[in-house]
């Protein structure tokens, strides 16, 4: 069983930053690709990034693209999300999820029914 508890999440003003991170339970994972996703009041829940395994890969949505930084430490078992440029749009809980690698699902990181383990998610407030 894998667990997954965020942190780093608060309150900050508009073009200001953030880290996120993600302590990963068990000593898999680097089995596991990982992603983050947010979720809006009212709206569904949605891809933020996404790093494979090794690190050697990432993928991002378009609205965070040059702003957000995905990052993960093998040795640490930790995720990591480096948010600057904030925006009040970005205000949301963020989730980050792992995937086991070489699953079928595995192969959908943009999509939420790609993972198969969920953190509890932290709030991330952008005031303008």
């Known amino acids: 069983q894998v667990q997954l508890v965020e942190s780093g999440g608060g309150t900050v003003q508009a073009g200001g930053s953030l880290r996120l991170s993600c302590a990963v339970s068990?000593?898999?994972?680097?089995?596991?690709?990982m992603g983050w996703f947010r979720q809006a009041p009212g709206k569904e829940r949605e891809f933020v990034a996404a790093i494979i395994w090794s690190g050697g890969r990432t993928l991002y949505t378009d609205s965070v693209q040059g702003r957000f930084t995905i990052s993960r430490d093998n040795t640490k078992n930790t995720l990591y999300l480096q948010m600057n440029s904030l925006k009040p749009e970005d205000t949301a809980v963020y989730y980050c999820?792992?995937?086991?690698?070489?699953?079928?699902?595995?192969?959908?990181?943009?999509?939420?029914?790609?993972?198969?383990?969920w953190g509890q998610g932290t709030q991330v407030t952008v005031s303008s």
């Open positions: 068990g000593r898999t994972f680097n089995r596991h690709h």
């Open positions: 999820a792992a995937t086991v690698v070489g699953t079928s699902r595995s192969y959908y990181l943009e999509r939420s029914t790609g993972y198969d383990y």
